[in-house]
């Protein structure tokens, strides 16, 4: 692999004499104190895997590359999940390579010398003076617990699996071949389960997430005064996602009023009114990229009016039918039906809908005012493993250790005239993160109330 440096057009030019300069009178930062990352050992068990589930191949997984945000700036680099879950490397142009020996080794941009060249101080994208310090080849191999090389003797002439459009430089090296999209099935299907030490991850996700929740509600009486009080809010939770993790596992949805029927809302451009509620979906991103999901309505005046709370209930209800299905054995759409079962019974009996609560599961009609799924599998994807075939996820049985959101929700869309006014423009919707245990699912964000009266005894603290 050969790359150049990455200077910028306004770069001023370099003399002999300053480049001489710049390669001596530097003290030695070599770091004697590198230790083993606390996944390492996790991330050989699943490389191992990998390599017993094709044998005698090669396998290639890359990084991915920096991405241009505007000209010469790019946007924050985050890895492919599949190459963090493998290595828990997660700097640009990285590659994972694991021989038809089984032997895996990495392919990493080390830390350019001083005393040659002139990438440390003149490249933008890589250079230690423009965007920080990168470990040597000795640091990698003990920060990640193995064989590291220099990228630039990354050489993948012959057969080779590749999970491929992650890196097109990497693609390039190897001949498309018909075991691509296997590798890439597969990658996705070996983190259904979490193992203890994933579960650690994004049970301090979720607990982080819940303390960003807290702030959001504690910040409501500004967040009211400003013309754009949806971005207060969101401000708010982001901070809390920086101080303890990397940043948002995804963007923060902060959708008040009508705009929590939008289910993505993103703008998070609106003004706040006392007497609407806020639809609040976030969840904060460790440093180890795993995320939680978690969304919480919220009545910005701390208490539900009579209709918001009939809408509310309804939800409510809605997931703790679908929460007592989660067990192992269970099938994965269980939870969904037995949500939106809970949607038509409550739709019927409001007169919204006449057909009979079997009629509607049969005809779909309620899908009008609650549109998708009811949950998702989680992890270092906020929407996890989505490259598995449905046969083992969608349609496929729950297994202990799996970590799932559940997340029914109903949007009364404010011109629908099949509602009766007082209905229109109301969104609410009830995410959880939940993990399944030998005999059942433990709810990880139960530290956030979910029932209407908790919910307003919950905030009413926090806004005294």
Known sequence: MTERLNTGSHDLPITDELAAFMRTGWADTRRADVSALPIAPWAAKRRAALAARFPGERLVVPSGTLKVRSNDWDYPFRPHSA?????????????????????????????????????????????????????????????????????LDLDLKGPARVLRGVDSQVDAMVEPGGGDVELECFLSEMRLVKDEWEVGELQSAVDSTARGFEDVVRAIPAALGHPRGE????????????????????????????????????????????????????GVETDTLYTADVTRTLPLS?????????????????????????????????????????????????????????????????????????GHMLGLDVHDCARARAEVYLDGVLEEGQVLTVEPGLYLQPDDLTLPEEFRGLGVRIEDDLVITADGARLMSGALPRHPDEVESWMAGLLR
């Open 83 to 151: 190459f963090s879950y493998l290595t828990g490397a997660g700097e640009p142009g990285e590659v994972l390579v694991i021989e038809p020996t089984g032997e895996s080794r990495l392919y990493v941009r080390p830390r350019s010398p001083r005393e040659e060249g002139q990438e440390f101080y003149r490249d933008r994208r890589y250079g230690e003076f423009w965007v920080g310090r990168r470990p040597d080849l000795a640091e990698a191999a003990e920060l990640y617990q193995m064989d590291c090389a220099h990228l």
């Open 231 to 282: 971005r207060h809010l969101e401000g708010v939770f982001g901070l809390r996602s920086r101080l303890e993790g990397n940043t948002v596992g995804y963007d923060s949805i902060v959708a008040s009023g009508a705009h929590a029927c939008v289910l993505h809302w993103i703008r998070n451009d609106g003004a706040l009114r006392p007497g609407d509620m806020v639809l609040l979906d976030a």
């Open 302 to 374: 701390g208490t539900f009016g009579p209709v918001q709370r009939q809408v509310y209930e309804l939800v409510y209800e809605a997931q703790t039918a679908a929460i007592a299905t989660l067990r192992p054995g269970a099938r994965f759409r269980d939870f969904h039906r037995a949500a939106m079962r809970v949607i038509c019974e409550g739709l019927h009996e409001w007169g919204l809908l006449k057909d009979s609560p079997d009629t509607l599961m049969e005809s779909g009609l309620y899908r009008r005012y609650t549109l998708c799924s009811s």
